[in-house]
């Protein structure tokens, strides 16, 4: 595909993108500003842009009056466990899609996919209840087992598409050298496919960490993530926005890290098998 | 040992029956070369012999065995993929060992299989390099070495050679006819190349839209083609086929003469003909004529041929080497 464009169709296209990057990404800027003011500083018309006292006392006092690690640990727990559990499901899933596809194949992604449009608010009730019913309120594990299935549909469809670029050839290989199935995924399939894998693994970790429906309404203290962390902040005493925005630093830290190193990692599993 | 038997072997994907029903015997230590033309199913029946698809119907017998629903690695055999099918993240040597370590062979036992077969196969200099840093015959070579450390029953080749060029493919032919006279092991080889088939095979079988038209050793399918279509497929130029007046003189639908059995002269003989092109190759040279009344034929010359464009030329066919078609276009005996 031939890709021509004149000299003031790219800088215009540039200057676009750069509006909308900075557009997107304001939000964020202006909540860890926040997150450095006083309360009184936060509120203030017109809001000052640098030229005020930064401090750390909203952080001292965010972890003070709560403990900032448990939530992160729990973020972690969640979103390693869903995401690991995902795996296991997903690669075996996707391996038989994959290489021995069937004529309904094709009908069976769309519908795991079809899935995730339907809004999550439609089952919670009926979830709700299950949970209560087996235990499973404010625990981790069953936390970890909703996250695992809401994104699963997204694990299979992305190895999938991973899996679809592997050569049979190579497993039938495997085959006649005599390895049976769960060696012939360890020994030659993962290994081929360690790239689409941890691009999988990153952008699921991304959304468990990020899903806040479910984590608000199914836990309490117990197994309660970052996401719960920040809605603390938001009502028993009140507004108060830098603490608020303090505590949300805090709970998108660990995730905007991880997803500024692989974000090379990430677009090229995203847009797999797109382009060839 | 690898004595490998047919019986009625059968295999439909969903309603396109792919291979109506085979039978076929290979002796222990037998080069077989299936041949056909594309899409025929040669590659079909080597899997199904490899047990990479199941049969819908009939037993795969290996040394009197019926293993047609055992899986692939429990019937003893090697393949050799069109493909090569390496395994791209493992290094030579580890391609070569996957199949011992799987058998839960020793490292010793291991380390000595694979050192042997990378002596036999020149690769003993890139035994730590990955797939991709090898050349397209190197490649062959270790696929080749994955398949012979594990001692098979036989080796399946389903178009080894295709990916290669001209000269590298004659000299990979010539290691895998080595390889065969040393081994003593039965090979199964799949090509649509009838030169590969010709020069390769103790016993060729020709295969058309799953059915085996004829097995035979390559000469007396050369010779004695059971019908038309064995013999347009055997031997290069194509045999030229001849209806009309001539077939009925030789009292048949069709007569069939091969372009090296017809005499050329400029004085005169039993078809006149006009050259159209003329390929000088040196050693011979290969004649595109238009026969009048017949239309175009091929004609193969030993040597020089002093003929071009547009000259008139007279061909006279070897009596003895005519075949002669029924209307089915099957072989009718006696010329
Ligand atoms: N998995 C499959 N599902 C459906 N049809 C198939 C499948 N595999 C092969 N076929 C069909 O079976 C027929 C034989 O295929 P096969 O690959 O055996 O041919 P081949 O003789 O090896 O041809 P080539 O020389 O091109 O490799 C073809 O018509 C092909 O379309
Ligand atoms: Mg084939």
Known sequence: MENKQTPLGYVSFSVFAWIVGLLIFFPIFWMVLTSFKSELEAISIPPSFISFDWTLENYVEVQERSNYFKFAM????????STLVGLVFAVTCAWA???NPTKRTKDALLWML??????????????YLLFRDWGLLDTRFGLIMVLFLMNLPIMVWMLYTY??????DILEAARMDGATLPKEIIF?????????????MLLNIILAWNEAFWTLNLTTSDAAPLTAFIASYSSPEGLFWAKLSAASTLAVAPILVIGWFSQKQLVRGLTFGAVK | MGAIRLEKVKKTFGTLDVIPGVDLDINDGEFVVFVGPSGCGKSTLLRLIAGLEDVTDGKILINGTDVANEAPAKRGLSMVFQSYALYPHMTVYNNIAFGLKMAGESKDVIDEKVQSAAKILNLTDYLERRPGALSGGQRQRVAIGRAIVRNPAAFLFDEPLSNLDAALRVNMRLEITGLHQELKTTMIYVTHDQVEAMTMADKIVVLQAGRVEQVGKPM????NPANKFVAGFIGSPKMNFLGGDIAAKHDCHEIGVRPEHLAVSTDGGEIAATVKIAEHLGAETYLHVEADGLG??????TGEVDLGENDRIFLTPEQDRIHRFDQHGLTLSGA
């Not at chain 1, 729990?74 to 979103?79: E, G, H, P, T, Y």
């Not at chain 1, 339907?118 to 009730?125: F, H, I, K, R, S």
């Not at chain 2, 175009?296 to 010359?301: D, G, Q």
């Open chain 1, 74 to 81: 729990n973020s972690v727990i969640l979103a390693v466990g």
């Open chain 1, 97 to 99: 899609m994959a290489f």
């Open chain 1, 114 to 127: 079809s899935t995730k449009m339907m809004p999550p608010v439609g089952v919670l009730v009926p979830i």
């Open chain 1, 163 to 168: 899996f679809k670029e592997i050569p049979t």
């Open chain 1, 188 to 200: 030659v399939l993962l290994p081929m496919a360690v790239p689409g894998i941890a691009s999988t």
């Open chain 2, 220 to 223: 007396d399918l050369y010779s």
């Open chain 2, 296 to 301: 175009p034929m091929t004609v193969r010359a």
